[in-house]
């Protein structure tokens, strides 16, 4: 309890000093000094009343759920691709052997370069941002989950073997329980490849959205805007985070060290 | 009584290929009946559980067979079950889950499972830890829910690589006790592999010695002491005669 409060303290005091040092170069008198007009560095109170009016006028909303609904389908798409391909991959040799030059071969590419081919194949629709999300998903999970297949303790699956197992109940629950952690680490990973992806394919080619905030804040010499999409994506991320780490914790309740980590 | 022997091991020779050769077992001969304890006894590195694996059908010797029931062991099979040295318990699945894995990979219904797995965990000695997830049970204890998994599964034959060997000496020589109490309810045909001479001769009808690597059968002692066997046996005069002989079988150069 007592920790609980000296960390809150902290907390505020470490805000405050950040706040109040912003605060302060960004007074207009101040920020005159480095930047030609105070829409580059706005007043914290600007700030405040930019975040009301898209509040109020619902176009925070609006670009936050357009987000969310782009990153939860292509997270939720790659990662149960991810996870097939990864179970397949490390799971069957042949399989494996067939597929694995792919993977080597593309998997390096960072989705980012890709935005243009998308765009050119698929439009500046949702169908663009969506597989680009799914193909940075898909990869990391894919290897963390073949990683996962692969590093399962020989001694369970001879053990699920002498005492009878089929393929398919090893699979269901020997293999994939195992591969658990390694799994949800890849989920994790991945989450951070498709904030960055969103955002980017967000600026690059979108009317809606907390990326295309950013942008049109950019566009607009309206860092307060600016503020606003990145706000929104760091609260979103935030979400998701909590929310992996909950489901992370209750699927490795069995193991002998939770490493909860941070 | 069934005088066919349920385990016939015949002219085994196994060697490994690395860099060069390593001859690991040479010329294993013996047989082992319906209901028999036998325990294999040699130096660390002879090859026991290489022996073992054999048997179970996880590798393939390089020459000779294993022939079990009257078949030559081409893979594992759920008639013969292993005990591995490492805790194989599935961390991920309670102690009822893990009793019951060998028994929803045959098909038993659940009533069934639920009415075997509760007997099997009663005589183990863990009831009322049907629920509890093994990193909240000891070593010991884990042990006894790898010997309920084993037996629940119905096999003919238990194969054990030095299920103890991890444990201290107390919580060993109870579950040495344990597992003589299980075996003589519910019988089976059990190899057993440690390098301890007083845990084989304890538990064993018959002891084999290997010599070190590459091991060979050098003797093989029948234990005519009495059963039922308690600790206390281990502290009389004719034990540790056993013992003695033992001992100086190991240590002999050949
Ligand atoms: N897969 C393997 N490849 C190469 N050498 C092996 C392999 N398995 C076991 N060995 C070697 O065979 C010998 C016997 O091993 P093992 O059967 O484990 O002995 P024990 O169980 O009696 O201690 C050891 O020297 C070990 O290094
Ligand atoms: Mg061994």
Redesign the pocket.
Known sequence: MKQQKNTLYYWIVSYGITITIYSIISLPQISILFFPRPEILPPVTWVFKKVCNVLVSGLLFRSTIRSLERMTSGYIIGGVLGVSFGLLLGWSKKVDYMINPYVQLIRPIPALALIPLFTLWFGIGEVTKILLIVEGVFFVTLISTYEGVKKVPIVYIEAARCLGASNHLLLQKVVIPAAVPYILSGFRVALATAWAIIVAAEIVASKEGLGYLIIAGSNHVDASLIYVGIMGIGFLAYLFDKVTRLINARLTVWMETRGEGE | MNLKPKIIVRNLFMS?K?EKE?K?LENINFEISLNEFVSII?P????????LRIIAGFLKPTKGEVICDGTTVKGPSPSRVVVFQKDAVFPWMSVRQNVEFGLLAKGVSQEERTRISNYFIELVGLKGFEDNLPKTLSGGMRKRVDLARAYAAGPEILLM?EPFGSLDAQTKSKMQEELLKIWEREKRTILF?THDISEALYLSDRVIVLTS?P?KTKKIIKVSLPRPRKNELKFTPEFAELEREVWDLIQEKI
């Open positions: 490994f690395q390593i690991v040699g660390s590195g002879c090859g026991k559980t290489t022996l690589d592999i690597r091991g």
